[in-house]
């Protein structure tokens, strides 16, 4: 089973309370080691690649670029996601390797056939990266459907495996690699602090305190 | 200054080994040590403290410090009898000193009068294997008092007129009101319900050598290293360890309870860290390794005197499985909730606690208002359904959306079916070379029908609250649970139960029973506080015997 593609129900537990904590429990724990290792690289001034090749490393951070593309913010880029990636290649995703072997020659392909003279992935334009990966997502999408039917068939496809590696390094606490500088943590709007007071938010500003309502007697 | 702590020889015989240090291990070992027994705690994992824990994700789980590991301790799952079991997480359950109350979310409802009558006011369901408790709420009450002072629970008495009676009010006040809170109580009353400040296991005000919340986020899942979660390792450990008479023995895996001759439990038979196995005997046994390892480890004891397993002649050792159902609906709302920080849980609605049965299904459930999201979940999982997955588009609605977003969390019944629940794998070993740990699982029709209709009702409060957009996950047959109830249920029928009411095992006179595993309905979710309510419960039974030595005897 590849370490990093949880399946759309595992995520959604995600969502649900307890079952989140036994989600990451079960899925995390490679990941999050593969993370420790990633850390001092990413967060060198010069951090250096493990598995990848330069000319893969670029292709990578052109591929990540576009699924968190920099904007006002920092984007998978600035957060140091290709070394995330790259380390998890050498460690807790070593089994998903033959999926990057296999996918960059794939990207290469479709490149060339939406985009004849473009040589690369990498020297395409922003506009034409995005066609390729939206022609990727598409088919992988339409793979999802056998990949359902089929439980013991490769959960995730290369773009998809990408999109979540991609996400984790964005978005991982940067004591365990990726999210350099709390690069994702800032642009979705998370205080890298870890004590706050009340009030939280807006909503929460100018609350009264709490009062039984007129009804509560009513209903007993 | 640390207080040397009592350690006993294996082959010296205490008054009780209990197995597992969790909820009701805990308060177990305090209550008893503090009785004046000799008392041996066996946990599985290590002994973690507070210093060990950290908001980096990574530390804590890529050493899996907190839960069961699944590759050492594998699960497999089946929806049926039928079906060749597969490998998959299907359960988590906490694997350190503290048990899952390290990790939990501290949600502390009690339950309710309806929870321990339930089978005689609706009578039979088809499909379900219903029964009534052998004790009552009022049984329970002075307990479920004892946790709230004892262990530490902030809220509100009689903010809810569906509270059942209580005797005190809640020790400390409740914890700060969350923007999902106060729109969520706003939204709910415009519609006539009844939200109320959320009970939680988590200090509002500080007690001695623990620190009141400090509203950090990480919580669910993640231990406290302020001392503010009431889990046991926070609150009655200590107090066990403090009487010089209990000692807690982590990385002690117990594979099989020890039974000699005449059919009495004589110790556990465990691993160490290095896995060189001993004995440690014992006068009696107490078993509160949750609602999956109690009756996996009952399963593992069969022998020529107890060929179905330790004290299964009833054959519900792991039967009934009750996972509580359960459905999240999501709302994005105008301004910043910032709801990623402090605890999970702000406000609870009990409004449809007891449903009328003309709806069609039985039980009934709670909502809350909560925020537990990690960023890599909000990006890959806690936008709407039809949200771009990558991209500018992605990027740009994942910043909106963080920090304005909230849930209401459904939390339900779960009928007892006999045939789900755990049982030993045939096939597949852990770590140990013992047989895994199996889940047989299909909720009851009736539960998934409830879910829907709760789901609804949640969308309709986040319309209710001014909600932009709003969405919830889908109602569907669960494979992973991690409320493990029910699995060997308390009665006063040998043949249908597996222990009595004095948490004693039917068939051994000195082996007692208490965790998830002993509720006899699942309540409408958030187990814990009867657990402990129950463990409180039982130490008293316990000494009472003991004292008349009704259990050497």
């Known amino acids: ?102 996918g960059f020659p794939e990207v290469l392909g479709r490149t060339k056939k939406l985009f004849p003279g473009v040589a690369s992935f990498s020297a395409a334009t922003t506009d034409q990266q995005d066609k390729i990966l939206a022609d990727l997502f598409a088919e992988s999408e339409k793979g999802d459907a056998t990949r359902r039917l089929n439980p013991d068939a490769p959960q995730s496809s290369f773009v998809e495996l990408l999109r979540i590696h991609t996400v984790f390094g964005y978005l991982v606490d940067p004591d365990g690699g990726g999210n350099r500088d709390y690069a994702g943590w800032k642009a979705i709007g998370r205080d890298p602090a870890h004590m706050f007071s009340p009030p939280f938010g807006v909503y929460d500003r100018d609350y009264p305190g709490w009062q039984p309502s007129p009804a509560e007697t009513e209903k007993k | 200054m640390s207080q040397a702590r009592v350690t006993y020889k294996p082959s010296e015989e205490v008054d009780f080994v209990i197995v597992g240090s969790g909820a009701a291990g805990g308060v177990l070992a305090k209550e008893l040590s503090t009785n004046g027994f000799h008392v041996v705690v066996l946990e599985q994992g290590p002994y973690l403290r507070e210093k060990d824990f950290t908001h980096d994700e990574s530390k804590i789980f890529a050493q899996h410090l907190l839960t069961n590991h699944p590759e050492t301790q594998p699960v497999t799952f089946r929806k049926s009898s039928a079906d060749v079991a597969k490998k998959m997480p299907a359960v988590l359950y906490g694997n350190c000193v503290g048990g899952s109350s390290v990790h939990f979310t501290a949600n502390y409802w009690r339950l309710h009068e309806i929870d321990f009558i339930e089978h005689s006011k609706t009578g039979d369901i088809p499909g379900a294997n219903c029964a009534d408790w052998p004790i009552t709420y009022a049984d329970l009450e002075p307990y479920y008092t004892k946790v709230e002072w004892e262990v530490g629970v902030s809220g509100l008495a009689g903010a809810s007129p569906f509270d059942p009676p209580r005797t005190k009010p809640y020790p400390m006040p409740p914890l700060p009101v969350k923007g999902c809170g106060v ?15 959320a009970p939680m296991a988590i200090l509002s005000q500080a007690r001695p050598g623990r620190s009141a919340c400090e509203n950090c986020g990480f919580c669910l899942g993640f231990g406290c290293e302020f001392g503010a979660k009431s889990s046991a390792l926070a609150s009655v450990i200590p107090m ?38 001993h004995l440690q005997r014992a006068k009696a046994v107490i078993l509160a390794a949750n609602g999956a390892e109690t009756p996996r480890l009952l399963l593992l004891s069969s022998s020529s005197q107890f060929p179905q397993g330790l004290a299964n002649s009833s054959g519900y050792v792991g039967k009934n499985l009750m996972p509580n159902s359960n459905v999240v609906a999501c709302g994005v709302f105008d301004e910043p909730l910032n709801d990623y920080k402090g605890f999970a849980v702000s406000r609870v609605m009990h409004d449809f606690y007891e449903l009328d049965p003309k709806l069609g299904f039985h039980g009934g459930g709670g909502l809350d208002a909560r925020y537990d999201f990690t960023p890599i979940a909000a990006a890959l999982n806690g936008l709407p359904p039809d949200a771009p997955k990558w991209g500018a588009d992605f990027k740009k609605m994942l910043r909106h959306n963080f920090t304005r ?24 070993k852990d770590a140990w070379g013992l047989p895994a740990l199996r889940m047989t699982f299909r909720d009851h029709p009736n539960d998934l029908k409830m879910m829907t209709w709760m789901k609804d009702r949640a969308l309709e409060i986040l319309d209710a609250a001014g909600a932009r957009t709003k969405w ?82």
Not at chain 2, 240 to 250: D, H, Q, S, V, W
Not at chain 2, 412 to 423: A, D, H, I, M, Y
């Open chain 2, 183 to 197: 729109v969520f109580e706003r939204a709910a009353r415009k519609l006539g319900y009844h939200p109320f400040p």
């Open chain 2, 472 to 553: 919830s996950t889908p109602v569907v047959e669960q494979e992973f649970v991690v409320h493990l109830l029910g699995t060997c249920r308390m009665g006063n029928d040998p043949k249908k139960s597996v222990i009595n009411a004095d948490h004693r095992a039917h068939d051994v006179k000195n082996l007692f029973l208490c965790d998830g595993s002993s509720l006899v309905t699942s309540g409408r979710g958030q187990p814990t506080m009867t657990i402990q309510a129950l463990a409180y419960r039982a130490a008293d039974r316990i000494t009472a015997l003991a004292r008349r030595g009704e259990i050497s005897a």
């Open chain 2, 240 to 277: 066990a360890e403090k009487t010089g008479r209990c000692e807690i023995r982590p990385n002690s895996y117990v594979h099989r309870i020890e039974v000699d001759k005449n059919g009495r439990v004589a110790g556990a038979l465990y691993y160490d860290v290095k896995r060189v196995v």
């Open chain 1, 1 to 102: 089973m590849h370490s990093f593609q949880p399946a759309r129900r595992e995520f959604l537990q995600l969502l649900s309370g307890s079952a989140g904590a036994a989600w990451l429990a079960a899925n995390w724990p490679a990941l999050v080691s593969a993370a420790e290792h990633a850390h001092a690289a990413a967060a060198s001034a010069n951090p250096k690649l493990e598995v990848l090749t330069e000319e893969q490393a670029r292709e990578l951070d052109a591929l990540t670029s576009r699924i968190i593309p920099t904007d006002d913010v920092a984007g998978a880029h600035e957060a140091g996601v290709i070394y995330f990636i790259d380390r998890a290649l050498k460690t807790f995703a070593k089994e998903d390797l033959p999926s990057y072997q296999k």
């Open chain 2, 405 to 428: 977003t909230f849930e209401v969390f459904c939390h339900g019944t779960s009928l007892p079916v006999e045939t789900n629940g755990f049982s030993l794998d045939p096939d597949v």
